[in-house]
């Protein structure tokens, strides 16, 4: 069985750091590009940052550029997704996937293996 576990949210107030964790069990996904999604209530999925298979290219929605950092350790079939400077604005459901290519993509519909999620809720 295929899973994606996300972990490292929490509440944390404004101007603080999180760092989420996912880790991939039941097959391997070191050829494939994988993202970072958020959602929050009433509103649909959006992008936040995708890493290619290798980790060599990487892609960010605007406004977490120069504050979050995806990265990914193929040895631990895991990704990383380093937030800092959070703000209020970053309160959402956050959610790891693994997309069906090996390149950066930001379509939900390129990814087909999605975790649970983890709640993170930055306070002002």
């Known amino acids: 069985q295929v899973q994606l576990v996300e972990s490292g949210g929490g509440l944390v107030q404004a101007g603080g750091s999180l760092r989420l964790s996912c880790a991939a069990s039941g097959r391997t996904f070191s050829s494939n590009a994988m993202g970072w999604f958020r959602q929050v209530p009433g509103k649909e999925r959006r992008f936040v940052a995708a890493i290619s298979w290798n980790g060599g290219d990487t892609t960010y929605t605007d406004s977490v550029k120069g504050r979050f950092t995806i990265s990914r350790d193929n040895a631990k079939n895991t990704v990383y997704l380093q937030m800092n400077s959070l703000k209020p604005e970053d309160t959402a459901v956050y959610y790891c996937?693994?997309?069906?290519?090996?390149?950066?993509?930001?379509?939900?519909?390129?990814?087909?293996?999605w975790g649970q999620g983890t709640q993170v809720t930055v306070s002002s």
């Open positions: 996937a693994a997309a069906s290519l090996y390149r950066v993509v930001v379509s939900t519909y390129e990814y087909n293996y």
